[in-house]
């Protein structure tokens, strides 16, 4: 089993930044491709962005591409995700997941944590 504790979330204005987190307490986090997925109000969990072991392969939502950037640090077991030039409708609980699937973009197993909340205020 792999424990993960995201961090980071916070309220923030419009065009502005925060870096997401993502610790994993598992032996095998740097194994495999690890996702953020973020769930809106009234809005069924979504794909952001993945990475694989290597970060030779990323993904990301096209809602997303060109303001948010996936990156990973194995040693530290740790995925981030830098949100740049947020915007009202990135509100929502982001979630890590430590067996997503780059290609499809989806995350049909492993462990999600409890998730970090982010706020985007107009």
């Known amino acids: 089993q792999v424990q993960l504790v995201e961090s980071g979330g916070g309220l923030v204005q419009a065009g502005g930044s925060l870096r997401l987190s993502c610790a994993a307490s598992?032996?095998?986090?740097?194994?495999?491709?690890m996702g953020w997925f973020r769930q809106a109000p009234g809005k069924e969990r979504e794909f952001v962005a993945a990475?694989?072991?290597?970060?030779?392969?990323?993904a990301y939502a096209d809602s997303v591409k060109g303001r948010f950037t996936i990156s990973r640090v194995n040693v530290k077991n740790t995925v981030y995700l830098q949100m740049n030039s947020l915007k009202p409708e990135d509100t929502a609980v982001y979630y890590c997941n430590h067996k997503t699937r780059v290609a499809t973009m989806t995350a049909p197993f492993g462990s999600w944590g409890q998730g970090t909340q982010v706020t985007v205020s107009s």
């Open positions: 990475i694989s072991w290597s970060a030779g392969s990323l």
């Open positions: 598992g032996r095998t986090f740097s194994t495999y491709s």
